[in-house]
């Protein structure tokens, strides 16, 4: 019998015959990872089994490839935090929708399993969140491999006037660099780089600049599968919450 035990970000719940449901999970030493919680619609457990909660979890399987079962215990809940406001629903329904289409199967990703538990920390907190979640994407970048490097136009070495990213390279290009090939490129808004204003529809212009590297790098690279809605409608929240 293979066994281990860790704490974990619940992603995603599915029935699993009458009574049971299995469960994906995001852990720092074990990633993504599924399992069955036998008796998981129970008026128990259930309500344990939410979207982003935080839980201590024990796998086990007689062999390593099989899908195996969990026992869970609660740790965290966000459901009150999640509920709160539009925003913050959306924001936890992007998180988990993202990790749960993109991560590979039970590979570690540590540093991204502490970003995204410090990012579902601070649900509910409507003036912050936005921002840490920009900042979360471009982490997951950087994690699957597609990081921007903003460094420096791309072009001319500079890293002065700043305007554009190029959308083969992901790296930085100059307004003056980009020239008659402006309208190719993607805009470089100054939060992006960690400059400038971070307002709500500042951080939505740089969101469209990382959702195209999400979707057309990261996503891609798994199959012809379309970016979460539930994305779309967080963006959506973040400009109205600017309005």
Known sequence: ???????????????????????????????????????????????????????????????DQHLGSFTVEPVRSRAAAAMGDRLSLAGLNAVCGMLAMVLPEREA???????????????????VWPLAYLRWEQALLEEMGFGMDLSACAVRGVNEDLAFVSPKSGKAVSRDAAGEW?????????????????????????????GYFIEHRLIKGLGDRPMPAARARLLEAIGRYGT
Do not use: C, N
């Open 109 to 127: 990703h540590a540093p991204l399993y502490r970003r995204t538990i410090g990012l579902l920390d601070l649900l509910g907190q409507v003036d």
């Open 1 to 63: 019998m293979i066994t281990w035990t860790d704490e974990a970000a619940l992603l995603a719940t599915r029935p699993f015959g009458e009574t049971s449901v299995i469960i994906e999970v995001f852990s720092e030493l074990h990633g993504r990872h599924a399992g069955v919680v036998r008796g998981g619609i129970s008026r128990k457990v259930a309500p344990i089994l939410q979207p982003g909660a935080q839980l201590a979890v024990t796998w086990k399987a007689r062999l």
């Open 182 to 210: 402006a309208d190719r490129l993607l805009l470089l808004p100054p939060v992006l780089a960690g400059k400038g204003d971070a307002s709500a529809s500042e951080i939505v212009k740089a969101l469209v600049t990382t």
